[in-house]
């Protein structure tokens, strides 16, 4: 199945540029193009584009505007800034982007982005019915109440905590659960000497890491023991669970 890819941006020579060389490489497929952030939102929330290639400026409106609508929606979407402004890359690495290029850009620069994207790997999702959680006090456990049921979360079995679709979903060794509770409501909840937020999208627990490896340009993706979901860590965070265990 190809991968995705969306492109946004006001110049529809930029478009058409990209669009030829996304299309140049195997794997990849083209499934839209906008040039405003109101109908690139639509656009997005239609195809769910694994890529999404934007300019940082849009008209009178800003790119990293829409890129943190897009993060909110689905994390792991690889934003790539192609734009002609090299000042605006600091503000960008706070909205995680996959890569930056600066206009104008050759042909191989996207290319090798291109690359390094095929080269990762999506993980299946897992959803579960919408629940609200608290903690139990004593239990070491946090209650996950649904309309009509009820289920107790071990908290030493929870491996990751990450924001899916508007929801929280918690995955355990073994089970998933999904809440209306916010990232930062769960993470108040949990000991944060064994659980970090590695990214604005990801609570781990630090325990459960097998490995951590680059993922684009100042990002970095962990994989667990238990699980075959994955996370993201952002470069500072990558330092700081680094000094833990020096």
Aim: net charge negative; hydrophobic share 40%.
């Amino acid at each position: 199945m190809s991968i995705k890819v969306v492109l946004i941006d006001d110049e529809s020579g930029i478009r058409k540029l990209l669009r030829k060389i996304v299309e140049n490489n195997e794997g990849f497929e083209v499934v839209g193009e906008s040039d405003n952030l109101t109908d690139a939102v639509t656009l997005f929330n239609k195809t769910r584009a694994e890529v999404v290639f934007l300019d940082i400026e849009l008209g009178n409106i800003s790119g990293l505007e829409l890129a943190k609508i897009i993060a909110d929606l689905e994390p792991k979407t690889k934003i790539i800034f192609a734009t002609a402004h090299s000042e605006y890359m600091p503000d960008a690495f706070e909205v995680y982007a996959f890569d930056y290029i600066v206009k104008p850009f050759h042909v191989e620069r996207v290319n090798h982005t291109l690359d390094r994207i095929k080269a990762l790997s999506d993980p299946k999702k897992n959803e579960d019915m919408d629940k609200i959680v608290r903690y139990e006090r004593g239990l070491d456990r946090l209650l996950v109440k649904g309309k009509e049921s009820m289920s107790f979360v071990d908290i030493q079995e929870i491996v990751l905590v990450q924001r899916e679709n508007n929801s929280t979903v918690i995955y355990t060794k073994k089970d998933t659960f999904t809440t209306s509770a916010s990232l930062g409501d769960i993470e108040n909840k949990l000991n944060s000497e064994q659980f970090m937020r590695s990214h604005k999208s990801y609570l781990i627990n630090v325990s459960q890491i097998k490995k951590i490896e680059p993922y684009g340009r100042w990002t970095y993706i962990i994989t667990f023991k238990d699980i075959h979901q994955d996370a993201l860590m952002t470069a500072e965070k990558y330092e700081e669970i680094k000094k833990r265990f020096l």
